[in-house]
Every structure is written in C-alpha cells, then in structure tokens.
C-alpha cells in the first residue's frame, strides 16, 4: 500500500465509450501523474501536476484529457480510444517536482480498448 | 534523443549476487532512480544518486559514475521474492524522468 490508489483497476471500453480513470493520493504530496506502461517498453510520462496547474504535456492525443480538481485528486478521461491505446495506466505523485523526490506511484488501471 | 539501456531479462540464483546495469544519454543529469516492480503491481522505489559513488540500503547498493553515464544496482543474498522488473529512470536538465524499459530478474532456487 503506497498511499495512492486507483479506480478501476481494470478496464475494458469499446473505441466509442467514454470513460474515466480515477487516483487519490493521501500523502499530502504537490504534485501528481499520469503514466502509461506497455509491455516490455520504458514508462511514458503523459501528464504533469503540480498544485493544481498542469505542468507538462508530453504530446498526449487530445482523446487524452486530464484532470486535476485538488491536490489529491487526479482523473484521466478517455474518449474514442484506439486499441493501440491498451496499456497499464499508473498514476504517481510525489512531494514536489525537485530532484530527489521519488514518486509514489499506485497499482494502475489494466485498460483494454476494443 | 535521450536514452535509457537496460539489460531486458537476468537470471540469478537464490542466495547469490546480482548487478543490473543501466547506461544512459540525457539531456543533462538531475539523479538516477531505481525502482523496483512485482508483476502486476506498482512500482516501489528503491534508491537515489545523485553523487558519484555507492549508496549502500541493506541488501540493496545503488552506484552511479556520471562521467560514464553508468549506473547498477546490486543486490545480495537473493531471495525469491526479489524476482521482479527494476526499473532505472534519469531525472533530465528539465527536471522530466526518464525511464528504462526495465530488467526482468528472475530467481532460481
């Protein structure tokens, strides 16, 4: 238990449907992410948070929207996915931005795009 | 571009040593991460360096070399439980993480 949790923790979605992905984190941390990991390739940071603001967004598809109401609050919406888009979807946070603090990072959402 | 290589599969022994090794090109250098990641879970983090030389945390020992671009992570007197992916990530001038694909460490009895 690491202190961020995730919902669902498993997904399956038709190329039509929207849904969301949802992470709360209860360390008191600053900042939060949103990550996509694919079998057998490197972690791919898609979003950034920090205090609320969006900070970074590493050319994610616009089918790709986050959300960040509060501090320990993080939703990624999903809307006319492609089957290329199943992965592990793991949210992380940490305590700032700055060098040494390692990200906490949650159990992940198993999505399937049909 | 920026790169993280890591070896893809290891296979150790319980009760032996283990190093996995990852080399990496960044864009600059703000720290090296180890994490570590069972099979259908999060990943847990593991050690930082951000110095030359070696962090040592109980049976686990992180070194760096940054004019090698080079780091590895040992791990000794092997247990079953150790069987998972290690992931090393750089953190890059833009303060972004950059990550290895991870090496999948499988222990034998």
């Known amino acids: 238990e690491t202190g961020v949790t995730q919902t669902p923790r498993h997904l399956v979605m038709g190329m039509t449907n929207k849904k969301s992905l949802k992470c709360e984190q209860h360390?008191?941390?600053?900042?939060m992410y949103w990550y996509k990991q694919s079998a057998k390739k490197p972690l791919e940071l898609m979003f950034v948070y920090s205090l609320e603001e969006r900070v970074e967004n590493n050319s994610v598809p616009s089918r790709f929207s986050p959300e960040c109401p509060n501090s320990s609050h993080l939703f990624l919406h999903l809307h006319t996915l492609q089957p290329e888009d199943s992965a592990l979807y793991l949210c992380?946070?940490?305590?700032?931005?700055?060098?040494?603090?390692?990200?906490?990072f949650g159990p992940g959402t198993r999505l399937t795009v049909t | 571009g920026q790169n993280i290589d890591q070896p893809t599969e290891m296979t150790a022994t319980e009760g032996a040593i283990v190093q996995i090794n990852c080399t990496y090109q960044?864009?600059?250098?703000?720290?090296l991460f180890w994490y570590q990641q069972h099979a259908g879970e999060a990943p847990t983090f593991l050690s930082y360096?951000?110095l030359d030389g070696l962090e040592e945390k109980g049976r686990f020992s992180s070194f760096l070399s940054r004019s090698k671009g080079y780091s590895y992570l040992l791990l000794k007197e092997l247990q079953m439980k150790d069987s998972a992916s290690y992931l090393c990530a750089v953190r890059d001038r833009n303060y972004q993480l950059i990550w290895g694909a991870g090496t999948k460490l499988i222990i034998k009895p």
């Open positions: 360096n951000v």
């Open positions: 992380a946070s940490s305590q700032g931005l700055a060098d040494s603090y390692e990200q906490y």
């Open positions: 960044t864009s600059g250098f703000n720290g």
């Open positions: 360390l008191g941390h600053n900042a």
